[in-house]
Each structure stands twice: as structure tokens, then as C-alpha cells.
């Protein structure tokens, strides 16, 4: 005997398989491997991020992370170097939800002029469209209808933050968060577009443990995207002309591309640059608690000395650091690990400053 309970449940079934989308065939290990219209698309950010891709930018509180979004889209939309990465120029759209609408035209006026009087290249913005959501955040599946048809002629979009289009999901709640993440591959599958979210970090995250855990929230964040770029303070350093600059250590997290060394920026306002001469051991906040010595800090200790000997190199670590010997000598072991001193290819023993 059929029952009312047996009727609902083969109408919900029904419900489900109508709601479930085309999905594509199985397909013969053998025919995959010839199939020739498979490619590769293109770099949008080169070396870490394709086209139809998900990257994920983690910081602290006021870490300049807004600004460095800000920099990727003029980047993006006009072509020019990010953070040393080459950029493929495409259309992008910027998800505003905390800055007033006359902050981010500030901020926008400002990163423009400072490619402006960088490079040669006129940069204008007309590529670059913006969305002050400010006082409207909402959750993605609620945005997603607002922006569909005109997804398609973007390469690049960008949320800023992650937490302002939760809606009612909590960011601990891996199923809530895995519904999340979909919405936003279901923009970059179907669009085409590569989809940027900013994201912060758990409290005391910073600095701490590897850099895919310390952002806040579920693990599914650290497991989902294609690409992630961490952003980590560091002390205050003084560059090449003795002008103390702020400075983050950058750690790119990558599925697609071969894996990249963390690298140093400094704060050059309105945006960061690359130094090599920054010391990304020496993390903000951990004062006593870190080491006294940094592997970093013979980065250009010995250009003065051009070609130089290992007992040459421990003796200039313990004049400049005043340390002892056998510390002097696990420094610049590491630093030959670390290739910051590196021996030279004509004369064995003999190394030269990298």
C-alpha cells in the first residue's frame, strides 16, 4: 500500500533530479589522454594564477590587504607587472564592501598616479569597474543573479572580504563554507573568470603554524582554492639607503605551477615592492620569543668582500653581528643553504655574494 510518506518522499526525489545539473560524460582514460582540445588556459597573474581560477589572499587585521587587491585589479585591467608576476590584461570587477565609496576613489586615484609616474604606460582605470557594496554585503548566491549576464566579459573578479558575502553560513562550518566555495567555482567554471576573495586570519593566526592554516575559518578555505598568498607582517627594516620601511613576507601556496620561495615586500606607498634585502625571518610580534640571529641577516653582508673564503665569511658574520664563532658558522652554513652566499662555479671553496 502506498502511503502519503511514500508519495512526498518520490515527489522530493523527483524535485532533486530535475534540480540536478548536466553533468559531463565519463570518458575513457585513453580518449582523455588524446583528446587534443584539452589546454591549458591562459596566465591572468604568471606562474600562479589560470584563467577560471580561485585564489584566496589571507592577512591580519589592517595588513594593507585592501590595497594590494586594489593593486592586482589596475594590474589586471591594465596589463602591468604584480608584485613581479606578469599580468595578461582582461577586465575586472571589484567587489567593494568596506570602503566608502570617496575612500576607494581616493585610494584608486592614488595607486594610478603611481604607475603613472613609474612606467610609461598610461594607466587610466577604464578597464577596472567597481561595486560599492558598503552596507550591502549579502550573501554570494543572493550577488551572483546581480552580476551573471555580464560575468562573461570579465577576466578577473574580486571580493573583498570573504566574511561580508557569508550571509547566514558560519565561517567554521565546513559544509557551510563548502557551499560557499562552490558558488564562487560555479562564477569561475562557468564564466570564465578568475575569482579573487580576501580573507583574514584567526586570531593570533599570524605568523604561527603553516601559512594555509592561518586563515580564519574552516579548513575547507586552505583545501579549495587553486592558489593562496598568504601575507605575514614583519618588523619594521631598514632598506639599501637606511630608510626604515614596513615589510610582510609573502607565501604563495600553488596546485598548478611549480612551487615559488617566499618572498619579502616593502611598503612604498601606495603599494608594495619587491627587496631583496628584507629579513623574512624576523616576524612581527614575536620579540624575546625569536631567534637572536637571522640566517637573513647576511643578505649582502659580504659584496664588499667579492670573492671570499667560508673562514672569511664567519669572521665578517662575527664582526658585524658581534656573535661567537660557532654561531657565526651555522649562519653562514645556512645562509649557503638558503643560496643567499653561493659557491662559485670556477673555483671550488670560493664563494660569492648572490
Known amino acids: ?15 532533486d533530479i530535475a534540480d540536478t545539473p548536466t553533468l559531463p ?13 584539452v589546454e591549458e588556459p591562459p596566465q591572468l597573474i604568471h606562474g600562479v594564477l589560470h584563467q577560471g581560477s580561485k585564489l584566496i589572499i589571507g592577512g591580519g587585521s589592517k595588513g594593507r590587504k585592501t590595497w594590494s587587491f586594489m593593486d592586482l585589479a589596475l594590474c589586471v585591467s591594465e596589463g602591468i607587472p604584480w608584485w613581479g608576476w606578469p599580468c595578461t590584461q582582461g577586465r575586472v570587477l571589484y567587489l567593494n564592501f568596506e570602503l566608502q565609496p570617496f575612500a576607494m576613489q581616493k585610494r584608486m586615484r592614488m595607486i594610478i598616479d603611481h604607475y603613472n609616474h613609474q612606467t610609461e604606460h598610461q594607466v587610466t582605470g577604464q578597464h577596472f569597474d567597481v561595486w560599492n557594496l558598503r552596507g550591502h554585503a549579502a550573501a554570494i548566491e543572493l550577488l551572483r543573479p546581480k552580476i551573471q549576464e555580464r560575468l562573461a566579459s570579465y577576466s578577473l573578479i574580486i571580493f573583498d572580504p570573504l566574511y561580508k558575502m557569508l550571509g547566514s553560513r558560519n565561517e567554521n562550518d565546513a559544509g557551510e563554507m563548502g557551499s560557499l566555495m562552490n558558488e564562487l567555482e560555479a562564477i569561475a567554471v562557468n564564466s570564465n573568470v578568475s575569482v579573487v576573495i580576501g580573507a583574514h586570519y584567526r586570531k593570533g593566526g599570524a605568523g604561527e603554524g603553516k601559512a594555509m592554516d592561518r586563515i580564519s575559518g574552516s579548513g575547507v578555505l586552505a583545501r579549495d582554492p587553486d592558489a593562496i598568498l598568504t601575507m605575514c607582517d614583519l618588523e619594521s627594516q631598514e632598506d639599501e639607503d637606511d630608510t626604515e620601511r614596513e615589510c610582510c613576507v609573502i607565501e604563495p601556496i600553488l596546485r598548478n605551477f611549480p612551487p615559488q620561495a617566499p618572498f619579502g615586500l616593502y611598503w612604498y606607498v601606495p603599494v608594495f615592492r619587491h627587496g631583496d634585502w628584507i629579513n623574512l625571518e624576523r616576524v612581527k610580534g614575536k620579540g624575546a620569543a625569536g631567534p637572536k640571529y637571522y640566517t637573513d641577516d647576511l643578505k649582502g653582508m659580504f659584496k664588499d668582500l667579492g670573492e671570499f673564503k667560508k673562514a672569511d665569511a664567519v669572521k665578517k658574520v662575527v664582526a658585524e653581528l658581534d656573535c661567537s664563532d660557532s654561531t657565526a658558522k651555522r649562519l653562514v652554513n645556512k645562509a649557503i643553504d638558503k643560496e643567499i652566499i653561493k659557491e662559485s662555479a670556477l673555483t671550488k671553496g670560493v664563494y660569492l655574494q648572490v
Do not use: W
Open 1 to 15: 500500500m502506498v502511503t502519503n510518506t511514500d508519495i512526498d518522499f518520490i515527489k522530493t526525489m523527483r524535485e
Open 25 to 37: 560524460d565519463i570518458v575513457a582514460g585513453n580518449n582523455f589522454l588524446a583528446d587534443t582540445t
